[in-house]
């Protein structure tokens, strides 16, 4: 039986009906052999495509020589990607686990903790925003700002407020609010690839500086270039507090992290927060590899091209079809606002033309092309495109 009928897996995801079995740069296979441009990239995971050899590379020399190590012990390699991770961001120390929801548990942590043991408060508060997406544990998705992820699920957990994103209300309603920390994407993705106004995350920094408020920034789709940065809080000159990334970090195998800056670090003392499999010598030798190579000159900087070929003729088909409204988003954070069902776009893609791309809610068609893409490829993709909006 193919894994795409059985019942055996807990049914979680509403699953387009194909088996990918193997991948390689900007392509899938499927079991019938059928290939497809992917520009889905795992939902912003393999950001170097897919199997990219010096990760690859990397990984198998690791398998062969130790899998897993208990973290009582020093792991040279989480050792070595926390140094890249602080080196190239404006954070001092990292907490490595395994995805993003952990990564923002941990942030989550270690703000009450903060709010604790620094600003000597009992019932420290988190202020989110209307429409993100933080996770699906039991934190993070009362972190998440959407109703229909979180029905089902109370009592929730307490201590979270939510705000409106890009509204200067919200910021008046910051101040008197005074709670430990803020958290926000830099980009909505699942809420529908909405990206932050510059004018306004800059005065909500100035804020959270006025009033030792924490900032803390979820680049789990935004991160590891996808939006032609490292960190796509490089794009409006702030500072955060607190990063967490995950997703492309690994190139696909599971890694997560929160990186503070060391005052907020400091809170966390052994026995305060851990993960068995957390910074595990495997998945931390795909984080170097895949640091190394988003960090190689001339990366982010081609990734930026493709983006700007990519939004040129989006823009071009937008300006022609009044059935897309617009094109938003960073980088290769892409989403069309479309006047139809997303989904009908998305399968038509699929089935027609051996395009893969998704969703992100019901008028928004999101395209998360992986950051090699080649130009060929691109200009593959907008003549796929253009047929579908025929
Ligand atoms: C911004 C953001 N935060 C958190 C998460 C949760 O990450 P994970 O699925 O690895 O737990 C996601 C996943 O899509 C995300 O996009």
Redesign the pocket.
Known sequence: MSNQTSNAVMSTYGRFPISIVEGKGSYVWDDKGTKYLDYVSG??TCNLGHVPDAVEEAVQAQLSKLWHCTNLYHIPTQEQLAEKLAQHSCGDQVFFC???????EAAIKIAKKYGHDVLKQDNPLIVTFQN??????MA?LTATGQEKIQQGFAPLTPGFTYLSYNDNHALSQLQELSPVAVML?LV???GGVIPVEKEWIQQLEAICQEQGILLMV?????GMGRTGKLFAYEHYQIEPDVI?I??GLGSGL?I?AMIAKEEVAKVFSPGTHGSTFGGNPVSTTAGLATIDQLTTPGVLEHAQEMADLIWQGLEQLAAEKEEIKSVRGKGLLIGLEVTGAAIDYVNKAREEEQLLIVVAGPHIVRILPPLTTTKAEAEQFLEKINHIFQ
Request: glycine content about 14%; aromatic content about 4%.
């Open positions: 939902l912003a395994n995805s993003g929801a952990e990564a923002n993100s997406f933080h996770g699906r544990t993070t994407e909505q993705g699942e979820d680049e789990i789709q935004t967490t995950a997703k599971p997560g």
